[in-house]
């Protein structure tokens, strides 16, 4: 077997990058966004405690960007298996209301106990709605975007029937905690999701698995041969997508007190989707960053707070934010920036040969 040499710009001769360059555009994305917001308001970096809590528009698109940046770190580990989840916006909604429908119904409402329930009846129910895109996607070998799409079509009338079709209300104060409380000063919301991130990071980069996921992605003729159960590890991402999605359910319910089966998650899971690729993870399977995910996310929640700061109207606001991920993608993207260089070099003159050189001065000089 013959080596293959590095590609240009890997660390070393593995072919990877360093961490710190998946991470630099969207860094710089996400700061370009925040001072063209402060460029507009002068108060839009600004954080102030009241009533014991932070308060500002930062602290905001970490609390309302929670809920997405659990469902692209569930999208992130099913992209790098080649795969896609379109069903975690009907999970979303279906964790929603089912929480808020046993709460609804409960004689104590504002009891603990309740809550807990109310939330592994949720979580309970997703495991099962992941397991089953999983056993479609490995073990029936059905294509994932046709296997999740069945769930993401039938899952938002499955929503919609638990609660009848209205907007379920619900007054639980623990519950209310979940994506709408505060603790140690930040949402709670933010907390949350800032441990789960940090669970799955120690997990993944800690243990084998993530090389085992990288590996069915990016070459799983080879995962086969060395003896990778590929089945096992893609009902696995399935089901901890579907899990992340629920929790991001019950934020998004809680943080309103209320389910609505037919807005609840609404696109969340498109919004996902371009997190994962503003973060520097490719459709393609493979290799993923979840910090570049978390960035990504973090990128798109800024970009929607951008779109109603800046007063654009609504009915363009999927128009606007289309064009900037766009511009993303292509800032992202080694092709594009080797073609736009390669233009350049070649519309900049030459300076003329000096008289009297040798060939090869001159091509030196060139």
């Known amino acids: 077997m013959t080596s293959q040499p590095a590609p240009s710009g890997a660390a070393g001769g593995n072919g990877r990058r360093p961490a710190g360059h998946r991470l630099l555009w969207p860094a710089l994305v996400l700061l370009a966004l925040l001072l063209g917001n402060l460029a507009f308001h002068h108060d839009f970096l600004s954080v102030r405690v009241r009533d014991g809590h932070l308060y ?4 905001d698109i970490l609390r309302f960007g929670a809920p997405l ?4 770190l569930g999208m992130t580990l099913v992209i790098a298996t080649r795969g896609i989840d379109l069903s975690v916006g009907s999970t979303v909604a279906i964790a929603g209301a089912l929480a808020c429908g046993h709460l609804s119904t409960a004689a104590r409402p504002d009891s603990v106990a309740t809550t807990l329930t109310a939330v592994a009846l949720a979580l309970a129910v997703a495991l099962v709605l992941g397991l089953a895109n999983g056993l479609l996607v ?7 975007i046709v296997a999740t799409l069945i769930l993401m079509v039938a899952g938002r009338g499955v929503a919609q029937l638990i609660t009848d079709g209205q907007i379920v209300t619900v007054t639980s104060a623990p519950y209310k905690t979940i994506g709408g409380g505060y603790w140690l000063l930040l949402p709670f919301a933010v907390l949350l999701a800032a441990v789960l991130v940090a669970l799955t990071a120690f997990v993944i980069r800690r243990s084998a698995l993530g090389m085992l996921i990288e590996s069915v992605g990016g070459n799983p003729t080879a995962g086969r041969l060395v003896g990778i159960r590929a089945g096992g590890l893609l009902a696995l991402v399935y089901v901890f ?8 359910g019950l934020m998004i319910s809680s ?7 037919n807005n609840a998650g609404l696109w969340i899971e498109l919004d996902a989707i371009l997190a994962v690729v503003v973060g520097g993870t490719a459709l393609t399977g493979g290799r993923f960053s979840l910090g570049g995910t978390v960035l990504g996310a973090l990128v798109i929640q800024t970009l929607s707070t951008t779109v109603y700061t800046l007063g654009v109207p609504p009915e363009t606001t999927l128009v606007f ?3 900037v991920v766009v511009i993303v993608c292509l800032v992202q993207s080694p092709v594009f920036r080797a073609k736009v260089i390669r233009r350049r070099r070649a519309t900049t003159p030459r300076p003329p040969a000096t008289a009297g050189a040798t060939p090869q001065e001159q091509e030196v000089r060139a």
Do not use: I, R, T
Request: hydrophobic fraction near 55%; include cysteine.
């Open 69 to 72: 940046v659990l469902v692209a």
């Open 321 to 323: 934010k289309a064009f």
């Open 138 to 144: 490995s073990g029936l070998g059905v294509q994932p």
């Open 241 to 248: 997508s579907a899990l992340c999605a629920a929790v991001a």
């Open 56 to 59: 500002g528009s930062l602290v």
């Open 255 to 261: 943080n309103v007190s209320s389910a609505d089966g």
